[in-house]
T-cell receptor
Framework: AQKVTQAQTEISVVEKEDVTLDCVYETRDTTYYLFWYKQPPSGELVFLIR??????QNEISGRYSWNFQKSTSSFNFTITASQVVDSAVYFC???????????????FGKGTTLSVSS | KAGVTQTPRYLIKTRGQQVTLSCSPI?????VSWYQQTPGQGLQFLFEYFSETQRNKGNFPGRFSGRQFSNSRSEMNVSTLELGDSALYLC????????????FGSGTRLTVV
């Protein structure tokens, strides 16, 4: 069965600190996709990144970076020099690759609430 | 370019009533998925529609149903509401089935009293 675990429920940091959000996943598939979403208080899930199972390259986008390691089934997310605007709930998600006419679904972790204070 | 639009934003219903939520996907997007978010269970997949057909369904009772129209707009219906149905219902759209780029709306906050 597919499962996503975000062990950190809440993290509090002070502005300019670096913070890493952990994500561990379980799947029996060899082809799958991993995602990170940000949910600000407004409720909308904001897409941050998608990574497929064959691409283990780490990615950096501005202050955001992601470390994907298949050997440990982890897809961790680091925010460098955090800012107050980074305060939100962050979700890691997993989906299988579609094979048939059946649809796909995102399996979400429980989320990590990040609070950045000034 | 307009994003995913969900209406209404907030809704209060009484136990036993039914409710219909609406989702308009991004123009050109043909796949629509629905998710329920509660503090206890987190984000859970309800169903996905593509070309007016339900392609996948999550583990929810039959009281939860949906449909998709020819213009890709989607509605979900919950009948015989229970207190536990109080949640944020999120809709997501994507270009096509199997394309794993999902754009979410701001959700409909349903409160059952």
């Amino acid at each position: 069965a597919q499962k996503v675990t975000q062990a950190q429920t809440e993290i509090s940091v002070v502005e300019k600190e670096d913070v890493t959000l952990d994500c561990v996943y379980e799947t029996r598939d060899t082809t799958y996709y991993l995602f990170w979403y940000k949910q600000p208080p407004s409720g909308e899930l904001v897409f941050l990144i998608r990574r497929n199972s064959f691409d283990e390259q780490n990615e950096i986008s501005g202050r955001y970076s992601w470390n994907f390691q298949k050997s440990t089934s982890s897809f961790n997310f680091t925010i460098t020099a955090s800012q107050v605007v980074d305060s939100a709930v962050y979700f890691c998600a997993l989906s299988e690759a579609i094979r048939t006419q059946a649809g796909t679904a995102l399996i979400f972790g429980k989320g990590t609430t990040l609070s950045v204070s000034s | 370019k307009a994003g995913v639009t969900q209406t209404p934003r907030y809704l209060i219903k009484t136990r036993g009533q039914q409710v219909t939520l609406s989702c308009s996907p991004i123009s050109g997007h043909r796949s629509v998925s629905w998710y329920q978010q509660t503090p206890g269970q987190g984000l859970q997949f309800l169903f996905e529609y593509f070309s007016e057909t339900q392609r996948n369904k999550g583990n929810f009772p039959g009281r939860f149903s949906g449909r998709q129209f020819s213009n890709s707009r989607s509605e979900m219906n919950v009948s015989t509401l229970e207190l536990g149905d109080s949640a944020l219902y999120l809709c997501a759209s994507s270009l096509r089935q199997g394309y794993n780029g999902y754009t979410f709306g701001s959700g409909t906050r349903l409160t059952v009293v």
